[in-house]
């Protein structure tokens, strides 16, 4: 995504949305996420992704995307890359989610309002308040990182 002054904003808000979903997903083996990526099985991370998301929003909430990436070299820690979907009603973001060994990063490649404002900030407030009201009650959004 273009870099604009609400793209650290938004960033955030989504990082904690998704902090619950990324700590499921570390849960899985790195080397079977690999696996899955390089033999391009996409049904297959999108069950997983599906599965880990379904324990904190609504369904249809968080999708996996069109693919994903990975690093893996002899003595460094893998890091997988993940695209996803967040559908929340009014909007769709599509953003990049990097899990690592004991935390995680998100990269929001572009986001679609149905009905945007002309204030960037309503629409950063928007995506705050739809993001919570697709989350469960019990979802934890109050944690900054992706850890």
Known sequence: MRLC??????????????RSVASELRLIDAAD??????????????????????????????????GGDYRLDWGSTPEVTLDLE?????????ARLTLLE???????????????SPDPDENTAFLATSLQASAFSGADMSQASLA
């Open 33 to 66: 996420l690999i696996a899955l990526l390089r033999l391009e099985c996409h049904s297959n991370l999108a069950d997983l992704v599906a599965s880990a998301a379904e324990l904190f929003f609504q369904p249809g909430t968080v999708n996996f995307g069109i």
């Open 102 to 116: 004991s935390h995680g990063a998100l990269e929001i490649n572009h986001i679609v309002f149905d009905d945007p």
């Open 86 to 94: 967040l559908k929340p009603d009014g909007m769709t973001v599509f």
């Open 5 to 18: 002054p609400h793209t650290k904003q938004r960033e955030e808000i989504v990082a904690k949305a998704l």
